[in-house]
């Protein structure tokens, strides 16, 4: 309870719109640091074993992992409602793909659970959206086509108000 005011008022300040971005960038650092003091005294605090402390903060990594990983996914509605890749870059899923199969890798050959859970969910989300990148490539409009219709458009108006 004694931590809500502080975290509230943290996330106030990051999501407010009047703050200039390099404050909300040292506001989001500086709560990375108090988070990760927070699970470091909590850790060190709480679980007096090697075994335990690792499930600890092992858990805590494959949250944050999975998130990290699963975030790009929101994006996938839109571009299935829009039949248009222009919002995913291909370039960002691929890194993601590749990024999760290469700690997948590590993670079998030194059989960290941990690892293993949080970098699969990343490697499935990488190849989900590879998948999608390459259904609908083909009827993503090119952006030559857009700004054409775009200048088509603005004389188009423009010749209508005369």
């Known amino acids: 309870m004694p931590l809500v005011l502080p975290l509230n008022s943290f996330t106030f300040l990051s999501s407010s719109t009047f703050l200039p971005p390099h404050v909300k960038?040292?506001?989001w650092l500086i709560g990375e640091m108090v988070f990760v003091g927070i699970v470091a005294t909590c850790t060190l605090l709480l679980f007096h074993t090697?075994?335990?402390r690792s499930s600890?903060?092992?858990i805590i990594c494959v949250i944050f992992v999975s998130l990290m990983y699963i975030a790009p996914l929101t994006i996938m509605?839109?571009?299935i409602k829009t039949k248009s890749v222009k919002y995913m870059p291909f370039s960002l899923s691929l890194a993601n793909f590749l990024n999760g199969v290469i700690w997948v890798i590590y993670a079998l050959i030194k059989f960290?659970?941990?690892i293993l859970i949080g970098n699969g969910l990343g490697t499935v989300s990488g190849a989900v959206q590879l998948i999608l990148y390459a259904c609908y490539y083909k009827t993503t409009p090119?952006?030559?086509e857009e700004e054409d219709n775009l200048s088509k458009a603005n004389s188009q108006l423009q010749?209508?108000?005369n």
């Open 77 to 79: 509605s839109k571009v």
């Open 56 to 58: 600890f903060v092992g």
């Open 50 to 52: 090697h075994n335990k």
């Open 112 to 114: 960290d659970l941990f």
């Open 159 to 161: 010749l209508s108000g």
């Open 25 to 27: 960038v040292g506001l």
């Open 142 to 144: 090119k952006d030559d």
